[in-house]
């Protein structure tokens, strides 16, 4: 079952990135990973910003939240923030089910996510999807995202336009 989420959801949110993202761990560059991946801190800050308007909404199973998804219009596209499932909830369809949720609900025409260029699998997941790699990532992770050199070095962005 979908939910929306709100300020009030962002320790499960955190929770949840947190184990999910421990997937990164040994893969992508030593520098970029640590624990917590999502410090509560940030994730409070990216929710409650109204410059970068940060939403969430999530998937329940077994009546608790198993997966979330964040989003952010920015400009004239649409950016997934964070797409993250709980690893014993992982190839079920879930992450499918929010990622179309999603593109029902996006008012924009482009609909971009990044991630780490060693993240194969999070790569595989949107390409088979209908997502493709762009080649203009840097200025793409430039105009659209804020963070840091390193990242946009070691990120790749894949896009989509409805
Ligand atoms: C990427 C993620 C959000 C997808 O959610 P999900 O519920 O597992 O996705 P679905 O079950 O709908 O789709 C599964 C597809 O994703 C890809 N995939 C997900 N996990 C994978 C893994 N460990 N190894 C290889 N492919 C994987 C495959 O394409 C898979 O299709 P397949 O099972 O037919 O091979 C989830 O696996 C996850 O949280 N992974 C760890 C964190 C991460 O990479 N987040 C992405 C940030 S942009």
């Known amino acids: 079952m979908f939910r ?12 949840i990135i947190n184990q999910a993202a421990r997937a990164y761990q040994g893969v992508i560059p030593e520098d970029c990973y640590h624990e917590p991946y999502m410090p509560r801190e940030e994730l409070y800050r990216e929710m409650k910003s109204e410059m970068k308007s940060m939403s969430f909404f999530g998937w329940e199973e077994d009546g608790k939240l198993v997966g979330v998804m964040g989003f952010q219009p920015i400009k004239d596209v649409t950016l997934i923030r964070h797409a993250y499932v709980l690893p014993d909830y992982q190839r079920k369809g879930i ?11 996006m ?48 990120s790749v962005v894949l896009g989509m336009g409805m």
């Open 4 to 15: 929306g989420l709100s300020s009030k959801d962002a320790d499960t949110i955190c929770e």
């Open 95 to 105: 992450g499918t089910k929010l990622l179309n949720h999603l593109k029902q609900m």
């Open 107 to 154: 008012k924009t025409k482009y609909l971009f996510v990044g991630t780490w260029a060693d993240a194969t699998w999070a790569i595989g997941f949107y390409q088979n999807r209908g997502f493709r790699l762009m080649p203009d990532k840097d200025k793409l992770l430039t105009r659209y995202w804020d963070i840091p050199g390193r990242q946009v070095e070691t």
